[in-house]
């Protein structure tokens, strides 16, 4: 019986060994014959199977001559590897060629949306066995031997579905092989897609796109965590159970976590100094005035007025474009002057559409003056969709047979109760005394005055935020005609001469965070400023706040040698609200753009564009700043929004490897 089982061992290895000849032979060819190959493979398995198949009792044979047979063995199986996975990096090379062609044709999104499909149910299998051997530790005195045994068996199988299998198809997503058509790793794959769509894929997500990388590394860094508890708790339960020894398994499969981990931190950092830290919002699914926006009102406004009420002397000697820079001087004969609300203010850039118009006039209490106006060759200004009040026939007249006093389409810049045209200028700070640091910002209108509000938490060690400390500080409840506050000092007040509010994305040096904010004039702009602080990142302490604080701004002006400010031109803009696309940022730094009437022919000018977006900008978690933003969204042909946004702080810094050599070793 010895002799034969000698002999089918012997057999095998000869097997094995043809096999291994032949798939050699194949493998040095430039051209791999796949299909023979296989066949050979399943006739030299056929074989043996078909000598296993005798029943030999394989316990009997003596122990030095079976571990001899079974070294033996293992060398032929591990040329056998060897070769295989020479043919592998073949096949990658050459043969799936097609394959990765069409896989790289798919956009990036939905290559992306297929591996984060794939990843979240690898990471939903994991947290069901995380699951039971929660519930195992817990109820171990409850439960059968066997069933722990087995489950410790399943963690640490070669099963494709045990953790072991799932760790590695993990890290595969972030560290992929170098070769074939999965080498474009999860982190980096997201990364691109995350610049080219950014401003329609994370204004919502209250993320910016380095937040969105850190969250996913830190989600899938815990997942693997997980699974390589189980792993080690399994394979000291099963040396519990006298089933082995696992000292080596043990320890080869901590050195491959370390070398995951320290791979994947590596991966991720360098993929997260590449990635934009700016968030904002996107347009709300409704817009609602005093919620999601406010409005500058009535800074200008089109207005109708005869040119003999334009000039001082009451002639009709000019024509409408000569009214450049006026104001309303008297209302001839109380005419359609007197139906009106008249401009007490400057009255500019007037002109002639046609001698008569039918003008319907707008709700007092909407803050325009005229829904529509419909002249008599047939064009209409706004949009004319009935008169609840009932038009005005307004027709321009001859004096003499040689002046003709005509009605202008003008502006008018008037300053009083019904136009909110101011921004504060008082600076806002967190209370730093107390640690707490800028988290969040908004636009927010208070007493007819715009105000930065900001949002403030409590800094913690390595850039956490006390989430109980967060809160919107309130905003300063001064009014304009309170006595000692000033024009130019509490606030700014917007005019056709001072109407400009500079685009910057400012930014703190290392080791700074966001603390305050202010706006202050630069010559006719109104620019935007930070207030930064230095901070100890270990221990979340800023350092001394009252003395090292800096403001920092950008001083460039339209006339500066270097980097001069350029304008963001509105054309043609309509009412924000009524664009039927979302809005997406139009401006970057050294920018500036000037508030406007909306267009004449759309809105006959009634409405101040463009509006103030007033929804919170705030992260999804907390998180200290190093920035802060000012910039413009917006459509073509829409007046768009003035937008704050947020710059998260830096944290791809402060990952360094988990597990340096020295620790190891």
Request: charged fraction near 25%; charge should be neutral; include cysteine.
């Amino acid at each position: 019986m010895r002799k034969y089982q000698q002999s089918v061992l012997f057999t095998i290895l000869v097997c094995m060994g043809s096999f291994v000849d032949e798939s050699s032979a194949v493998g040095l060819n430039e051209v791999l014959d796949i299909i023979k190959l296989a066949k050979d493979v399943v006739v030299a398995i056929a074989k043996a199977w078909n000598i296993v198949d005798q029943h030999v009792d394989f316990s009997e044979i003596p122990i030095p001559l079976l571990d001899k047979t079974e070294a033996k063995l293992f060398g032929k199986i591990g040329v056998i590897s060897a070769k295989l996975d020479k043919l592998g990096s073949r096949v990658d090379e050459v043969g799936t060629s097609t394959i990765a062609m069409v896989l790289h044709t798919l956009p990036d999104r939905v290559r992306l949306e297929l591996r984060l499909n794939d990843l979240l149910n690898y990471i939903t299998k994991m947290d069901v066995n995380y699951r039971s051997f929660q519930n195992y530790v817990k109820d171990q005195n409850e439960l059968e031997r066997l069933t722990l045994e087995d489950f410790a068996k399943h963690v640490v199988s070669h099963d494709s579905n045990s953790i072991n299998n799932l760790i590695e198809r993990i890290h595969a997503f972030i560290a992929p092989s170098s070769r074939g058509i999965t080498n474009t790793g999860l982190i980096t794959l997201l990364l691109k897609s995350l610049e080219e769509v950014e401003g329609d894929m994370l204004c919502n997500s209250q993320q910016s796109p380095q937040q969105v990388l850190y969250n996913l590394y830190n989600a899938i860094a815990l997942t693997e965590l997980k699974g390589y508890t189980m792993i080690q708790f399994s394979y000291m339960l099963l040396r519990l159970y006298d089933q082995g020894n696992f000292t080596k398994e043990a320890q080869l499969m901590r050195n491959r976590y370390e070398e995951r981990t320290n791979n994947a931190i590596e991966i991720v950092k360098q993929s997260m100094k590449n990635a934009s830290r700016a968030l904002w919002n996107c347009d709300p699914k409704k817009h609602v005035k005093g919620e999601t926006y406010e409005e500058i009102t009535q800074l200008l406004q089109g207005y109708i007025q005869n040119e003999v009420d334009l000039n001082s002397e009451g002639t009709c000697r000019e024509n409408c474009v000569e009214y450049t820079y006026t104001k309303s001087h008297s209302c001839f004969k109380n005419l359609y002057c007197r139906q009106q609300r008249r401009c007490n203010g400057k009255i500019i850039n007037c002109q002639f559409f046609d001698s008569d118009m039918w003008i319907c006039p707008a709700d007092p209490l909407s803050g325009r003056r005229y829904e529509y106006v419909e002249y008599e060759n047939g064009r209409v200004l706004g949009r004319k969709q009935g008169c609840s009040r009932g038009t005005s026939k307004v027709d321009s007249w001859w004096r003499w047979l040689f002046w003709h006093c005509s009605y202008c389409f003008c502006l008018c810049d008037e300053q009083g109760s019904n136009s909110d045209r101011y921004f504060n200028m008082r600076p806002t700070f967190a209370n730093f005394n107390d640690n707490r640091v800028v988290t969040g910002l908004r636009f927010v209108k208070k007493n007819r005055i715009i105000h930065l509000q900001i949002q403030e938490g409590k800094l913690l060690p390595r850039g956490k935020i006390d989430v109980d400390t967060v809160h919107w500080t309130p905003v300063e409840e001064y009014k304009i005609t309170d006595r000692k506050i000033f024009n130019g000092q509490d606030y700014h007040t917007l005019s056709w001469e001072k109407r400009a509010i500079d685009l910057d994305d400012l930014e703190a040096e290392e080791g700074y965070v966001l603390t305050g904010i202010r706006f202050k004039e630069i010559g006719s702009h109104l620019n935007f400023e930070i207030y930064v602080t230095p901070f100890d990142f270990d221990t979340g302490k800023l350092i001394n706040p009252s003395s090292t604080s800096v403001w920092k701004d950008n001083p460039n002006t339209d006339a500066s040698i270097k980097n001069p400010r350029t304008k963001v031109k509105l054309r043609h803009p309509d009412i924000p609200t009524r664009s039927p696309s979302p809005s997406v940022p139009t401006s970057q730094s050294d920018q500036y753009i000037e508030f406007v009437n909306s267009d004449i022919d759309r809105d006959v000018a009634q409405t101040t564009v463009p509006f103030l977006d007033a929804q919170k900008v705030e992260s999804l978690q907390p998180v200290p700043l190093s920035g802060a933003g000012i910039f413009h969204k917006g459509r073509n042909n829409f007046g768009g929004f003035i937008t704050p946004k947020i710059i998260t702080y830096d944290f791809s810094k402060h990952l360094k490897a988990a597990f340096p050599g020295e620790e190891i070793n």
